[in-house]
């Protein structure tokens, strides 16, 4: 029962506390709900912050707001309309959202199934049965009735019921991703994708509709995981075959009841009759039964055993032939067919027949067309179609009205993948095959590379979201390119897929994507086409897997990159290994190095015109400098390439601008700038759903108010960081802002905690190799050995850290305040004897003294 709210509420944040009270929520179960942290939660009910678009959204999900309702939420809370405009507070909850929001619609009534759906629903409503399998042969009807048995359960599941459509993938790889397209759930940053979604999903209380899981088997161990770690999740899978998991229930649907015998039926007294005759006054409005036409029906309907896709394509063709023609042909191809294609399973050879028959009756035009078309993965538009296949409006029009490809209400066309298949068998295998397989290929990684600019601008999520639509196809065409050796279209769009990963999300598959080009070029003759492809595919590969945290593997691969490409002469091709590279050398504490690729990255940018590398790269150079103690130059340097994204728009490179500059800015005395900016970032970060960019800008918040000494608040901004971050990346970043953490626990005087924490950060730094980080622990360990005055220890330590060629300016200064201060509490002798046994240490050396070891 709702607990009961008294008063009426003043302001947007005391009304939003009401409806979470109304609703028995606590402020923590709420924030996890919202995705956001019950510090910044209260902080909101308190009216100190107003949340961000994004976050009032998520606000108004987690609080069960009617989705008509909702703007109107977003806007009160954004303080764009009155309080008045919320109404009285409610803690009824809203009704399920719309389930065209998440399931396919069919054009024509649901029919039959009763007994099917009793014994499904009764089974979802089984808290036992979480992993449900439908199995049945091809165009039985199992999707449909998997929809029809969701709409009816829908009340059970508080979010809601995922359609995940599975017919377009044609790898186990692709099934998290799959899932991932489906809830709507972006996949970025280090951490495995798979973990991401078993994130996402673990406090989930919704109905997955997985279809056509049976060529995707090897997959299964994912749904196991998925009913293991997530207890509010039930799947209901579509497949011809069993999955074969512990505590799968397994559901085997047949085709509808036929008329028995050789009766003659009513009209209305049997259901596939009933679906016939639906679907014959569909395709011909002056259908009408004729004597004798009712035995004919019956004759087809029991030749394809009741089932409904063969049904409705026999009765697709009565415009122009009679039932009981229509009867005769089916029997004679199923006749045929018994005889000649014995690996056809039994049940499969009625609906073969439909197919066969249906193929026969086609205009010449129409039948090239359905073969060609037969080649797209995951749906086309019209303009595809005409272009690859010679598909022109008019034949798509009439393969719809054969009920052999539709069209959604998105404006896409699709098939039925059983029609795929068969339609795919009829294309010949030789000239005309590859002929259409290469018009495909070229279409779609046309289409990638056209969208290159836009990934880097204000059409990002536009364009990425055109992409998404069209991943079947690309990874088709792609695959189809490097099987028929087409390096110089592929290296085309190679830049283009590198980003579309980064930026979607598609680390993992990129990677192995990437890795067809190279296999396929690597211990071979190569032209210097052929070289150009293979070492761009390297450096996009080095990209993902530098966001994927393998550094070593990552650097690997720019540097065969770079030895690639190099001999070439053409300096546009070491942009990206050039400048991908220079950056993880900053980050691993190599500032020659890693400057002399960036500057050499920016010359090579600007030289072919490259805007956006060219401004990266100097932005980068900048934040290298201030690293290196020219602050100053740095940060002019940075507020230079700052405007320049402004100028273009360009959403997510502000936002890491900002993450950057502020902290610079900090160090200039520039709080109050560097504020602003952090907020501005926070803003974007949380329009655009990039949790990396939100993660950094709270934790860039976090070190500002540390140095302005406002301890409690860089703790909550801190915590607010690695909640963005949480399941999300791995390595750096959650190191670096539990550093921090550390140095608030050293500045408001908690040794105990402040040892811990930069103890366990400094261990994790050196396994990861991060010596940048393994410094920046150090000398928080080193100051705190002052405090305890261990001034012999802490001054060799100082000169220790100070020696290390990978400190940066910061580092440098506060170990030379450690040294200063120590050197104070001991005489000559003892100083001398401290700082000698500090210049000796190597890193290694170093840490294990400051740790105790």
């Known amino acids: 029962m709702a607990a009961k709210v008294d008063g009426d509420p003043t302001f947007f944040g005391e009304w939003l506390k009401f409806r979470r009270q109304g609703l028995d929520l606590t402020q923590a179960e709420l924030a996890q709900r919202a995705g956001c942290s019950a ?81 499904l629903g009764e089974l979802l409503f089984d808290p036992n049965c979480r992993l449900l399998t439908i199995i049945g042969p091809g165009g039985i009807g199992k999707t449909r009735l998997a929809v029809e048995v969701a709409t009816r359960v829908i009340d059970r599941f508080a979010d809601g019921v995922c359609f995940v459509p599975l017919a377009q993938q044609n790898s186990p790889a692709f099934l998290v991703p799959a899932l991932a397209d489906a ?126 896709l063969g049904i409705e394509l026999a009765a697709a063709w009565v415009a122009v032939l009679s039932p009981c023609e229509i009867a005769g042909r089916i029997e004679k191809s199923f006749d045929f067919l018994t005889t000649t294609l014995r690996d056809v399973p039994e049940r ?86 590859d002929a259409t397989r290469d018009r495909h290929s070229d279409y779609y990684l046309t289409l990638l590379r056209s969208h290159e600019r836009d990934l880097k601008g204000p059409g990002q999520r536009a364009a990425l979201a055109r992409l998404t639509e069209e991943i079947g ?9 490097v099987t028929r050796e087409e390096f110089d279209l592929i290296g085309s769009a190679l830049r283009s897929y590198g980003w579309m990963c980064e930026v979607g999300g598609r680390l993992q598959e990129g990677v192995a994507e990437l890795g067809l080009v190279v296999w396929a070029l690597h211990d071979r003759e190569l032209n210097d086409v052929e070289t150009t492809a293979l070492g761009q595919a390297l450096a996009q590969q080095g990209l993902l897997c530098f966001r994927l945290g393998r550094f070593e593997q990552a650097f690997a691969l720019f540097n065969e990159s770079l030895s690639l490409l190099r001999p070439l002469g053409n300096p546009a091709t070491l942009v990206d290994p050039l400048f991908l590279s ?56 940075m507020c230079h390439s700052l405007a320049a994204w402004r100028a273009t728009a360009d959403p997510r490179s502000i936002s890491l601008g900002l993450n950057f500059l502020a902290p610079t800015a900090m160090r200039l005395g520039h709080y109050e700038q560097a504020v602003a900016w952090l907020e501005e970032s926070i803003a974007l970060s949380s329009e655009l759903g990039d949790r990396w960019g939100l993660g950094t800008a709270w934790r860039q918040y976090g070190a500002v108010e540390l140095a ?117 509490h001991l005489d000559d002798a003892q100083g001398v004897a401290a700082e000698e046994w500090g210049r000796a240490l190597s890193l290694e050396e170093m840490v294990k003294a400051v740790l105790g070891d």
């Open 582 to 637: 220079g950056i993880m050398l900053h980050l691993c504490g190599d500032y020659e190095s890693s400057r002399a690729r960036l500057r050499e990255a920016a010359a090579y940018a600007r030289a072919g015109n490259d805007l956006w590398f060219s401004v990266y790269a100097h932005y980068n150079l900048g934040y290298l400098a201030a690293l290196t103690g020219q602050v100053q130059a740095g940060y002019v340097m």
């Open 39 to 119: 510090a910044g939660l209260r902080k909101i009910e308190t009216g100190e912050r107003r949340p961000s678009k994004e976050l009032a959204a998520l606000l108004a999900a987690a609080l069960e707001i009617a989705p008509d309702k909702r703007v109107i939420f977003v806007r009160v809370a954004r303080g764009e309309l009155n309080l008045e405009r919320l109404g009285p507070v409610s803690g009824e909850r809203a009704a399920p959202r719309p389930l065209s929001a998440a399931l396919p619609v069919w054009p024509t009534p649901f029919i039959g199934r009763v007994g099917e759906l009793t014994a």
């Open 708 to 824: 302005r000494g406002n301890i409690e608040a860089a703790k909550k901004h801190l915590a607010q960081s690695l909640e963005a971050y949480r399941g999300y990346v791995t390595g750096y970043d959650l190191l670096h802002t539990n550093i921090h953490l550390g140095e608030c626990a050293l500045a408001e005087g908690d040794d105990v905690a402040a040892g811990r924490i930069l103890a366990d950060a400094l261990r994790e730094a050196r396994a990861e190799g991060i010596e940048a980080l393994t410094l920046q622990a150090v000398v928080g360990l080193v100051e705190l050995k002052l405090r305890r005055g261990r001034h012999a220890e802490a001054l060799g330590l100082a000169v220790a850290v100070m020696n290390q060629p990978v400190a940066n300016y910061e580092v440098k200064t506060r170990a030379s305040v450690v040294r200063v201060a120590a050197r104070g």
């Open 348 to 433: 499969q050879r009625s609906l073969r027949a439909a197919f066969d028959y249906s193929w026969g009756l086609l205009p010449p035009d129409e039948r090239c067309a359905l073969s060609r078309l037969a080649v797209f993965r995951g749906g086309f538009d019209h303009a595809a179609a005409e272009h690859v296949a010679g598909a022109t409006l008019p034949i798509l029009l009439a393969l719809i009205s054969k009920s052999l490809i539709r069209r959604r209400e998105s404006g896409r066309y699709d098939m039925h993948e059983v029609v795929r298949q068969y339609a795919l068998a009829s294309l010949s295998e030789g000239a005309e095959a």
């Open 473 to 481: 196809n690309i990874r088709a065409g792609w695959a189809w390119a």
């Open 183 to 308: 809830l709507g759930i972006t996949l970025q940053g280090q951490t495995d994708a798979q973990t991401q979604l078993l994130n996402y999903l673990r406090a989930r209380q919704m109905l997955l509709i997985v279809d056509n899981m049976e060529h995707l088997l090897a997959g299964v161990p994912l749904l196991a995981a998925i009913v293991a770690q997530s207890p509010g999740v039930t799947l209901l899978v579509t497949s011809r075959e069993r999955l074969n998991l512990m505590g799968e229930w397994v559901y085997e649907l047949e085709g509808l009841p036929v008329p028995a015998g050789e009766d003659t039926p009513q009209p209305e007294s049997c259901v596939s009759v009933v679906l016939f005759i639906q679907n014959a006054r569909r395709a011909s409005s002056v259908f009408s039964l004729h004597e004798g036409d009712l035995t004919c029906v019956a004759r087809i309907c029991r030749r394809l055993e009741g089932t409904p």
